[in-house]
């Protein structure tokens, strides 16, 4: 039998929704283990006078639990 934990994560890049998703995971990686999948729950840009600056997604991180 295999158990699964969920974690949300966020992760802010100045380049693209795409970039923040790979650091996101690339970096729970490090943390965790048995990373088995992600998904995008939400997405937010940040503004500075009037231009976007930022890209944030909140990542649902699954992982599989050593025994």
């Known amino acids: 039998m295999t158990v699964a934990r969920i974690t949300e994560i966020s ?8 970039d923040a998703i790979v650091q996101g995971v690339e ?3 490090k ?5 088995k999948g992600a998904w995008v729950k939400d997405q937010e840009v ?8 930022g890209y944030k997604v ?3 991180v699954t992982f599989i639990l050593a025994d």
């Not at 943390?31 to 990373?35: A, D, R």
């Not at 940040?46 to 600056?53: A, C, L, R, Y």
């Open 46 to 53: 940040t503004i500075d006078n009037g231009k976007v600056t």
């Open 11 to 18: 992760c802010v890049s100045g380049t693209s929704f795409q």
């Open 58 to 60: 909140i990542l649902k």
């Open 27 to 29: 970096r729970a990686n």
């Open 31 to 35: 943390t965790l283990k048995n990373v």
